[in-house]
């Protein structure tokens, strides 16, 4: 695929594409008077029978595709233009058109960045493990933008950079677990450092039993594949002094359950239990490449939660980063334990503003499904921006109490606390976090189990990892920056 950013038509477009609400085009369009009535019979028609979502009709003696962008189903006007760009994208494909030009002139900003989204989202394909590779068509896209090309130029170049990310991220998340250990995680890191001049730093089972950070050699030891950290810091010259945003990633490249053994029904999506350091790497990629003006640090918990003789069991205690001793009740609940030390590395890096993403809890997918991601925060003026920056980047949230009654669940019988608590599993798990976040310091726990893996199609998303959370957290940085 290719976009262009056209001042003018340029006259090489096999067809044109015109998106339309209910019985209005939406942006303006280069008909002739008999085209627009001929657009105008079409849009009327709509009311008599029923009209496909895409139609395909010659106008202007040109193939004209009607992208429906209508607003329903309780998504917002900018999603649906998403999903409009992204069902015309695989019909240009499916139809062989090499060219498509959109008449954007009047589009703003944001909803030009919309329809660009939902272009890339066409055409991810995860085919690493398909022997017959489908041959994918690439289409030119010409965005004719009049007098707005410069600003649209550097929009189109933003999302390229973003939705990169977005992909590198998804096929991180759909790897299988044999094939992205928690080492070769380390080096897809690494690969990012080099393209991004990022800062990284490692540390391998030795240092980390060294320095303490004994919830990921607790989670790790089990498996043959064991647990690292990575760290990676963004520090521009040009950024706001007293802000640091820290990143951290549940990054468990497979979930067994540990001795408290997950069933094997639907265990294989647990390649999944990765998704928050994919999302956190994705994301402080594109700040990097972005040059955002603001100090960014990643912090990657990787390991694999196995059965074996090494693996802790149930009852076990050990002594965390920050020095409480925690007993670990169920060795399934093993996400919490490896961010216990990405939120006391946070702190050592002296971050004012703490985000941390993870497949954290089944509570959640119960609770809020594959459309929604439950978050948690300490500080509200925080979680009002996250909801702002998911509402502009088409990401749902929405906000969960960090309800202390629930927290003297979490005491331990013979150490300050265990690993799980009441009933309310997904604020349970924020509450065992909170435990750990670093004193005087803005903290939000994004659970995205639901979100970051869905097992049939869903929008502009095929099967498997949606890639969540990539754009809300460049968005967040954004802002935070300004
Ligand atoms: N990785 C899982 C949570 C999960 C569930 C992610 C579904 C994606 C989809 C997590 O480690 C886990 O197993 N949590 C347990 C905690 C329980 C034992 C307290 C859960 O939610 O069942
Ligand atoms: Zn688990
Ligand atoms: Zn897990």
Known sequence: MKIKIESKESGK???????FVKKS????SVLSEKATEQAETVLNGMEEGPFEDLEFLELDGQPTFFVNAAKERGLTSLDHLRMAAYRLAKQAKKKQISCVSLMLADAAPEQ???IIHGLYY????FDRYKTKKQKSFSVVYEIVAQDQAKEFSKIANDVAIEQASISMARDWINTPGSDLTPSVFVSEAEKIAKETGLKIKVRDIKALQKEGYNGLVTVGKGSQSLPYMVTLEYKPAKASKDLHLALVGKGLTFDTGGISLKPASGMWEMCCDM???AAVLGAIRTIALLKLPIRVSAILCLAENRIGSKAVLPGDIFTAKNGKTVMVDNTDAEGRLALSDGLAEAGLLKATHIIDLATLTGAMVRALGYAITGFFSNDEKLASKILEAGQTCCEKFWPMPLEEEYADGLKGKFADLQNTGSDAGAISAALF?????????SWSHWDIAGTAFVTKPWKYTSHGATGIGVQTLVELARQLGE
């Open 13 to 19: 477009a096999i067809a044109h594409a015109l998106f």
């Open 25 to 28: 085009i939406q942006f303006s």
């Open 112 to 114: 030009l960045k919309s």
């Open 122 to 125: 066409a055409e991810y394909e």
């Open 275 to 277: 998704s928050g350091a």
């Open 433 to 441: 976090l909170k435990e750990f976040v670093p004193e005087n310091t």
